[in-house]
């Protein structure tokens, strides 16, 4: 999970500068509030994994229903924190949002750098269907 986060963080940065450069002051702590709801975000998830693989070893329903309710509790986490990012504090939603798509892209380059091929399965063949 250290490798996503450094790649997330990377990703922040990177919307940090974009956001800095076309709207200075004011996207800067816009960027930077969207990217760490997104890295809060990660270390939630990464918390959830670990207490229900934990929970797993003894009941795995109780590892799936945990998954679940971390699910609901991110969901629920990440719009409170736009509610008070835009609400609250005033601040700019695109840098917001784009700073924290920008880094949700970490998902998706941390999955295809550790991503298995897949091998093509041979299926049996049933003579009797054949026939």
Same mark, same amino acid.
């Given at each position: 999970?250290?490798?996503?986060?450094?790649?997330?963080?990377?990703l922040?940065?990177?919307?940090?500068?974009?956001?800095?450069?076309?709207?200075?002051?004011?996207?800067?702590?816009?960027?930077?509030?969207?990217?760490?709801?997104?890295?809060?975000?990660?270390?939630?998830?990464?918390?959830?994994?670990?207490?229900?693989?934990?929970?797993?070893?003894?009941?795995p329903?109780s590892?799936?229903l945990?998954?679940?309710?971390?699910?609901?509790?991110r /969901?629920?986490?990440?719009?409170? !924190?736009?509610?008070v990012? !835009?609400?609250l504090?005033?601040?700019?939603?695109?840098?917001?949002l784009?700073? /924290?798509a920008?880094?949700?892209?970490?998902?998706?380059?941390?999955?295809?750098?550790?991503?298995?091929?897949?091998q093509?399965?041979?299926?049996?063949?049933d003579?009797?269907?054949?026939?």
């Amino acid at each position: 999970m250290r490798s996503l986060l450094i790649i997330q963080a990377s990703l922040v940065l990177i919307g940090v500068a974009i956001s800095f450069y076309y709207l200075a002051n004011d996207g800067l702590l816009s960027a930077a509030y969207g990217g760490a709801i997104a890295l809060a975000n990660t270390v939630l998830l990464s918390r959830r994994l670990d207490s229900a693989g934990e929970m797993a070893e003894d009941n795995p329903e109780s590892g799936v229903l945990t998954l679940y309710l971390g699910v609901v509790q991110r /969901f629920i986490f990440v719009l409170v !924190m736009f509610a008070v990012g !835009m609400g609250l504090l005033k601040l700019s939603p695109p840098p917001m949002l784009g700073t /924290f798509a920008l880094a949700q892209l970490a998902y998706m380059l941390f999955g295809s750098k550790h991503a298995k091929p897949m091998q093509a399965k041979k299926m049996p063949v049933d003579d009797a269907a054949n026939k």
